[in-house]
């Protein structure tokens, strides 16, 4: 693992006592530059060791408007081969011979199944079809592992992305229980204004105060 300075060692630190008392979604505002994504980095190898599913959702300056734009990088990399695209033809392809040939497409196939009844549990919900096929696909992802979501540069999200990032986290203990034992980190970089901070700020509010971090600065004295 990279060597970390002492204002990260302390923000990592930090974060592990908050886990250690169960505490698994915070909202980490600090400058750009000063070390909130190495450090969260390293808490993420750290939970991958442990058996944790990283998911990275990070926000781009030049794809602002592209919406659903971190879901969709994200669950491109996650997800098995075939489990997004053309799934159905791989069904096709195999026919009867999908029992016998082995664990990868078995798993496809349950994520086929349960894709209809997932759509079905969540329709009375006010989300829209696109929102639906990432929650069916999030919802797959949780069934091989718990998952640790990394929301970076959340001041570079689209709108959309925003809002159902909201929803989740609203509803991640209700409607969306297969997200409950989940870990969330937002990481906003304060010294950059986003055109949703309105929505950021009621993102915010959804977290807990003690997870509410400011990201420590480094201090002159730890130079010595």
């Known amino acids: 693992m ?12 930090q974060i592990y006592d908050q886990m250690y008392t169960a505490n698994t ?8 530059g000063h070390g909130k994504t190495v450090s969260v980095e390293q808490i993420a190898q750290a ?3 442990s058996g944790y599913l990283l998911v990275p959702l990070t926000g781009d300056s030049i794809l602002i408007e592209q919406e659903y734009h971190p879901f969709y990088m994200a669950l491109s990399e996650t997800l ?15 026919g009867d011979s999908i029992p016998k040939i082995g664990k990868g497409v078995t798993s496809i196939l349950h994520f086929i199944s349960k894709r209809d009844s997932t759509q079905k549990k969540i329709r009375n919900l006010i989300l829209n079809e696109k929102e639906q096929d990432i929650m069916c696909k999030l919802e797959y992802l949780s ?14 999200w689209d709108e959309k992305s925003l809002k159902l990032l909201y929803l989740i986290l609203q509803n991640r203990h209700t409607k969306y229980d297969f997200l409950s034992k989940s870990i969330f980190i937002l990481l906003y970089t304060s010294d950059k204004k986003s055109v949703n901070d309105n929505l950021i700020c009621a993102i915010k509010n959804c977290v807990d105060k003690n997870g509410r971090i400011d990201f420590p600065e480094l201090k002159y004295t730890e130079f010595k």
Do not use: M, T
């Not at 069934?143 to 570079?156: A, M």
């Open 2 to 13: 990279q060597q970390l300075l002492p204002n990260e060692k302390r923000f990592v630190n």
């Open 25 to 32: 979604l915070f909202f980490i505002s600090g400058k750009s």
């Open 47 to 49: 939970l991958e060791q």
């Open 80 to 94: 098995p081969v075939n489990a997004e695209y053309g799934i159905k033809e791989v069904l096709e392809d195999y």
């Open 143 to 156: 069934e091989q592992k718990d998952i640790f979501f990394v929301c970076d540069n959340i001041n570079y």
